[in-house]
């Protein structure tokens, strides 16, 4: 019956999603960072933090994913079968708690999928020009974004450039003063990071070295720290 | 008042961006731009050729003279400028028509008939072709979940307090039949109504 709350299920109460159960309040800051989280839920969270705040489209978290759709799957297809059997009053409530915690990480899923469709989509002609970018992309997102580049395209030079004059009708032209007409994600954006560890010094645009100490939080360029971030040192929030 | 038509085009993508709607496709300044690039394409490529030592294509050309070089550059700047207005007024059109695509769960039937008239016929066969293509990728996730929801705000709780827009009559629900009469306000089950809101049969009440 209460196959849900137990063992490694993943709504057991380590989710970051408030839960039924009063959880311990010495959840704080500090310890957040020591001890890491690794269930499932927590490493989408994280996921979807890191894709939300990164300028730049991060890697497509496929294994993790295709983890969490399995629980969800398996939590739904639970929950079928006991609103059959006629539950009590009290399970009724239980069920509807799985249910709202279902809601929940559905949206969280939704969400991380939806950013990335918002970016891979605007960034799509860069993305399908450039191999390396294609490798964070899954199966899907690239047949998706291929498709999507050739309609977007198609529509653009029927109504625009098709009927330009013949020298005009490039759409990936680099100006000479270096700007494209491709736009590519804005490394240079400023995002805020939360170390996790003493990363050492960061050189600035202007020499200077800058000490990233554990623990700490800057507002910084994120091509300044985007080894780190692809590393897993440091957090984007 | 200006009378540059490709400062209107521009106006017009603003007033969009800020009011949130899509207005009609302004195929009449949009010819314009091409012919005006026509035009100064046109007298490019004959200030050009005329300041081209007549007969020896083959020995590279020394600079053209200052007037020719300056009307050149003026004129090539202001084609430059004219294909941007165009590329961004179509490009902007065209992710509007995406996110109201999205808003309105991928349904085409459904957003079709209130934007027809508002499209060229490009962008009616980029909206038809765009909602097949993101089926497919829909396909992908469908059985477990439905990328096409909303997502906007997290859930709060299970429960939503809606009131009925349009009439709706009977509707099954997971917790049985409800009856939405018009005027009417129920509290129900956000995954049950989920397609009511998005039809605008029903309204959050907050």
Same mark, same amino acid.
């Given at each position: 019956?209460?196959?849900w709350?137990?063992?490694?299920?993943w709504?057991?109460?380590q989710?970051?999603l408030?839960?039924p159960s009063p959880?311990?309040?010495e959840d704080t800051?500090?310890?957040?960072?020591?001890n890491d989280r690794t269930?499932p839920?927590?490493?989408l969270?994280?996921?979807?933090m890191?894709e939300?705040?990164?300028? @730049?489209v991060?890697?497509?978290?496929?294994?993790?994913v295709?983890?969490i759709?399995?629980?969800? %799957?398996?939590?739904a297809?639970?929950?079928?079968?006991l609103?059959i @059997?006629?539950?009590s009053e009290? %399970?009724?409530?239980?069920?509807g708690?799985v249910?709202m915690?279902?809601d929940?990480?559905?949206?969280?899923?939704?969400?991380y999928i939806?950013?990335r469709?918002e970016?891979i989509?605007?960034?799509a002609?860069?993305?399908n020009s450039t191999?390396?970018?294609q490798?964070?992309?899954?199966?899907a997102?690239q047949?998706?974004?291929?498709s999507?580049?050739?309609?977007?395209?198609e529509s653009l030079?029927?109504?625009?450039?098709?009927?330009?004059?013949?020298?005009?009708q490039?759409?990936?032209?680099i100006?000479? %003063?270096?700007?494209?007409?491709v736009?590519?994600? @804005?490394?240079d954006?400023?995002?805020?990071?939360?170390?996790?560890?003493?990363?050492?010094p960061?050189?600035m645009? @202007?020499?200077t070295?800058l000490?990233?100490?554990?623990?700490?939080i800057?507002?910084?360029?994120?091509?300044l720290?985007?080894?780190l971030v692809?590393?897993?040192?440091v957090?984007l929030t | 008042?200006?009378?540059d038509?490709?400062?209107?085009l521009?106006?017009?993508?603003?007033?969009?961006?800020?009011?949130?709607?899509?207005?009609?496709?302004?195929?009449?300044v949009?010819t314009t731009i091409?012919r005006?690039?026509h035009?100064? +394409?046109?007298h490019l490529v004959?200030?050009?050729?005329?300041?081209?030592?007549?007969?020896?294509e083959?020995?590279?050309?020394?600079?053209?003279p200052?007037?020719?070089?300056?009307?050149?550059t003026? =004129? =090539?700047?202001q084609i430059?400028?004219?294909k941007?207005?165009l590329?961004?007024?179509h490009? +902007?059109?065209l992710?509007m028509l995406?996110?109201?695509? +999205?808003r309105?769960?991928?349904?085409v039937?459904?957003?079709?008939?209130?934007?027809?008239?508002?499209?060229?016929s490009?962008e009616l066969?980029?909206?038809?072709?765009?909602?097949?293509i993101?089926m497919?990728?829909?396909?992908?996730?469908?059985?477990?979940l439905d990328?096409?929801?909303?997502v906007?705000e997290?859930p709060k709780?299970?429960w939503v307090n809606?009131r009925v827009?349009k009439e709706?009559?009977?509707v099954i629900?997971e917790?049985?039949v409800?009856d939405f009469?018009?005027?009417?306000?129920?509290?129900?089950r956000?995954g049950d109504?989920e397609m009511l809101?998005?039809?605008?049969y029903?309204?959050?009440?907050?």
């Amino acid at each position: 019956m209460s196959d849900w709350n137990t063992g490694t299920s993943w709504s057991n109460g380590q989710s970051h999603l408030p839960s039924p159960s009063p959880e311990p309040q010495e959840d704080t800051f500090p310890d957040d960072l020591d001890n890491d989280r690794t269930d499932p839920i927590s490493l989408l969270v994280k996921a979807w933090m890191t894709e939300r705040c990164s300028p @730049d489209v991060m890697s497509f978290e496929g294994e993790l994913v295709g983890k969490i759709m399995g629980y969800m %799957d398996a939590q739904a297809k639970l929950i079928g079968v006991l609103k059959i @059997d006629g539950a009590s009053e009290e %399970d009724h409530e239980k069920i509807g708690l799985v249910q709202m915690e279902l809601d929940r990480v559905g949206w969280l899923l939704r969400s991380y999928i939806a950013t990335r469709q918002e970016k891979i989509m605007r960034y799509a002609s860069y993305i399908n020009s450039t191999p390396a970018m294609q490798t964070r992309l899954s199966v899907a997102e690239q047949t998706l974004i291929e498709s999507y580049q050739q309609i977007f395209e198609e529509s653009l030079i029927r109504d625009v450039v098709g009927n330009l004059p013949a020298e005009l009708q490039a759409l990936d032209e680099i100006l000479p %003063d270096g700007r494209g007409m491709v736009s590519t994600p @804005d490394l240079d954006k400023a995002v805020f990071i939360r170390t996790k560890q003493d990363c050492g010094p960061v050189l600035m645009p @202007d020499g200077t070295p800058l000490e990233i100490k554990k623990r700490g939080i800057h507002l910084i360029s994120y091509r300044l720290v985007e080894q780190l971030v692809l590393r897993g040192e440091v957090e984007l929030t | 008042m200006s009378t540059d038509p490709a400062q209107a085009l521009l106006l017009e993508c603003r007033r969009s961006t800020q009011t949130d709607t899509l207005v009609p496709y302004n195929a009449a300044v949009v010819t314009t731009i091409i012919r005006q690039i026509h035009t100064i +394409h046109a007298h490019l490529v004959h200030s050009l050729r005329s300041a081209a030592p007549p007969g020896d294509e083959l020995t590279p050309s020394p600079t053209p003279p200052p007037a020719v070089m300056f009307t050149s550059t003026h =004129h =090539h700047l202001q084609i430059r400028r004219l294909k941007r207005v165009l590329l961004v007024y179509h490009a +902007h059109r065209l992710n509007m028509l995406r996110s109201m695509l +999205h808003r309105a769960h991928l349904s085409v039937t459904h957003l079709l008939p209130t934007i027809r008239p508002l499209l060229s016929s490009s962008e009616l066969t980029f909206i038809r072709t765009y909602a097949q293509i993101f089926m497919n990728y829909r396909a992908e996730f469908i059985d477990v979940l439905d990328i096409a929801a909303a997502v906007d705000e997290p859930p709060k709780g299970m429960w939503v307090n809606v009131r009925v827009v349009k009439e709706v009559g009977e509707v099954i629900t997971e917790a049985g039949v409800v009856d939405f009469r018009k005027g009417g306000r129920y509290l129900v089950r956000r995954g049950d109504v989920e397609m009511l809101l998005v039809q605008g049969y029903l309204e959050v009440v907050d």
